[in-house]
């Protein structure tokens, strides 16, 4: 089987599909899929990313405008979608889903008896209906509504399916638009590699890449710092358990890993920990980490917390069950339920108050309670998330 992805986007800082991309590949491969990506990025930049070498890349170069259009993508299918079986489309609201729709139809008006190969669009929760009532959302949420009727619901609607990475996030889909009438939707669950076992090295990549005290316990946020991901839900949570004297000396240091500090949000998160020094000593902001030194700082904290709005998946929530990690989560996270049915975190509401609550549940439990959890977050892993069996059911649904 030959797969095309066809994706805006391949940086892997900026995580999401492209992460699941990659954590799919070796056992793709090795169940003899190949798998190529039309992206529109500059060729030079591809190479510093550190893709599999089995993983070959269609660099259409930089696009244009904020609805991220480049020419180069309709001509490109034209002349190559033949060769493959499928095409996967990764993500909407942009140019790259409208240029696959309208090179497929560009096919049939040449030749009608040119092979044509199969489309699914995997969406990755771009049809989650808080994108269209979040507040802060709202100038978006009509351009979306527009773009809805005028573009993306032919996409949806004559697609060969979509493709769900959960049950929750296939569920959320149906309640955002009118219109919506897939031929076939396919819950194929997610996947990510394991983890590289703990050795001497890598317990400590993480303490080298510091600057302060890792030894001393802590709870670790490894996400895109956000609005969407609730880091300042967290910080507030901290200044509020910080001045509550049951639980002042329980709470264990904060740490903040992940691209974004330099943004607008950011650097409101930064002022307002200057504000309130009680916690300055307690968190602290590492910047993006990937590789041996991820690795290391997921195995090294006590457990794992994110207090998202919205999470389609949450690669790195299944990262740390993978590492025996407890998750501490909201229900807005949407693999909360297998977590929650499998004993493998604590799961709150995204709200301020759901957060200091799933803290102050996490610092109350016994030590023999979190050992128990911890076995169980491995277990969540492996019957849940573990990739090999995510990639049978990705081929068994679009074979």
Avoid at 97 to 104: D, E, G, L, P, W
Avoid at 250 to 255: F, H
Avoid at 299 to 308: K, R
Avoid at 315 to 332: M, Q
């Amino acid at each position: 089987m030959k797969i095309l992805h066809i994706i805006s986007g391949v940086n892997p800082k900026n995580g999401g599909p492209i992460q699941g991309i990659r954590n799919y590949q070796n056992s793709l491969f090795y169940l003899g899929v190949e798998r190529h990506i039309a992206t529109f990025e500059d060729p030079n930049d591809i190479l510093l990313w550190d893709f599999p070498e089995t993983l070959k890349f269609h660099a259409l170069g930089k696009p244009k405008t904020s609805w991220q259009y480049n020419s180069k993508l309709i001509p490109f299918l034209i002349n190559e979608a033949s060769n493959y079986d499928v095409l996967i489309i990764n993500g909407l609201w942009t140019y790259h889903s409208y240029a696959v729709t309208k090179a497929i139809q560009n096919i049939k008006k040449k030749s009608s008896n040119q092979k044509l190969p199969k489309v699914y669009v995997m969406p990755h929760g771009m049809l989650d209906p808080w994108f269209q009532k979040d507040k802060t959302r709202r100038l978006k949420a009509i351009r979306n509504f527009f773009y809805w009727h005028l573009i993306e619901k032919k996409v949806i609607n004559t697609s060969d399916g979509l493709l769900f990475t959960c049950e929750e996030e296939l569920f959320l889909a149906r309640n955002t638009f009118s219109g919506y009438h897939p031929k076939k939707e396919q819950n194929i669950g997610y996947g990510i590699e394991a983890p590289p076992p703990l050795s001497e090295e890598l317990k400590i990549a993480f303490k080298s890449h510091c600057n302060f005290n890792t030894l001393e316990p802590y709870l670790l946020f490894l996400s895109r710092i956000h609005p969407k991901k609730g880091v300042d839900l967290l910080i507030r949570a901290y200044c509020e358990l910080l001045s509550d004297l049951e639980f002042a000396n329980k709470i264990p240091n904060l740490i903040i890993a992940g691209p974004g500090i330099e943004s607008e949000y950011g650097k409101k998160l930064l002022e307002f920990i200057e504000e309130n020094p009680n916690i300055k000593p307690k968190i602290n902001f590492v910047g993006h980490l990937f590789g041996e030194t991820k690795w290391s700082a997921i195995y090294g904290c006590e457990a794992f917390v994110l207090p998202s709005h919205q999470e389609n998946f949450g690669i790195a929530v299944a990262e740390a069950l993978a590492c025996n990690k407890p998750v501490l989560i909201t229900n807005k996270v949407n693999i909360y339920i297998e977590i929650e049915q499998g004993g493998a975190g604590i799961i709150s509401d995204d709200t301020l108050a759901g957060t200091i609550n799933n803290l102050k549940n996490w610092l109350n439990l016994s030590t023999e309670v979190k050992e128990k959890m911890s076995e169980n977050a491995y277990f969540v892993y492996e019957t849940n998330f573990g990739v090999k069996n995510a990639a049978i059911r990705l081929i068994e649904s679009i074979k």
